[in-house]
């Protein structure tokens, strides 16, 4: 009836990459907490904190670069 009020919805490539890329970080960091937690040998916890934090990096880094785009949108 107003289609001025409707939404359109998001169909930009490089908004779309950047959540495809925020998901696959997100299942990225899931699996290596799950990998952490069953790791016994201290070298492999070690390994495994370094991954966790470079993955965390890379998920606030995309999530920042989301929220500015977003802003940006008019």
């Not at 990459?17 to 970080?25: A, F, G, I, R, V």
């Amino acid at each position: 009836m107003f289609p001025f009020f409707k939404q359109e919805p998001q169909t930009d490539e490089s908004y779309q990459s950047l959540l495809d890329n925020l998901m696959q970080t997100k299942n990225n960091l899931d699996l290596a907490y799950q990998n952490f937690e069953n790791a016994t040998d201290p070298e492999l916890i070690d390994s495994y904190i370094y991954e966790v934090n470079a993955i965390q990096m890379r998920y606030k880094f995309l999530l920042c670069r989301l929220k500015s785009y977003e802003m940006a949108k008019p």
